[in-house]
């Protein structure tokens, strides 16, 4: 059975991805360890929001996945889309974001409104491309790049560049602050 209304889809995605900004700003923080370190930012660094992007719709879109599944539910290049919208909300976020950090440094309420406007503009690409017909070899490949970039993003929190990407200027480190004994 083919869902009638991907878009009602890419609605409830756009809605859980950004609601889940908020859990998943914080987790680390509340639950310092290894586990957490993999999926939550360990710091304020640019880098780390981007993780903290890329791992908040890979986790949402995964658990739609299931439940999509379970429901026998099939939507055409899920996991194609998932990766080209997400990496495109990344680039297109940052693209617009950089600029305004540099200039006027960090405003939360500036910064959620601008994620918000790229989320609903890379899941609007999300539902285009699952309007196209099924295609296996990109969605297996997507299903193999998609963890792959992941552990990308693991190797960089643990061992990060000393650029200013990388750079916490909150606390004026680099990478996972040493935690007091």
């Known amino acids: 059975m083919r869902f009638k209304n991907n878009k009602m889809i890419m609605i ?8 889940s900004l908020f859990l998943f700003s914080f987790g680390y923080q509340k639950f310092p360890n290894f586990f957490t370190s993999l999926i939550f930012p360990v ?8 993780k903290m992007i890329y791992t908040a719709e890979i986790i949402i879109s995964l658990i739609i996945y299931i439940i999509l599944k379970i429901k026998n539910i099939k939507i055409n290049n899920y996991f194609l889309a998932l990766l080209v919208s997400t ?4 680039g297109l976020f940052y693209l617009i974001y950089l ?8 405003n939360l309420i500036y910064t959620m409104i601008l994620y918000f406007i790229t989320l609903s503009i890379s899941q609007y690409l999300f539902y285009l491309i699952t309007l196209k017909n099924h295609n296996s070899f990109y969605n297996i490949l997507s299903i193999i790049i998609i ?6 993003l693991i190797y960089f929190t643990y ?3 000393e650029t200013k990407f990388f750079f916490d200027p909150i606390k004026e480190i680099y990478g996972i602050p040493k935690q007091k004994a």
């Open 159 to 161: 061992n990060p560049l």
């Open 12 to 19: 409830i995605k756009s809605v859980a991805i950004f609601l």
């Open 147 to 152: 963890p792959f970039l992941w552990i990308i």
């Open 99 to 106: 600029p305004i950090y540099n200039r006027f440094g960090q």
């Open 87 to 90: 990496i495109f909300n990344i």
């Open 43 to 50: 710091n304020e660094s640019l880098f780390e929001h981007l």
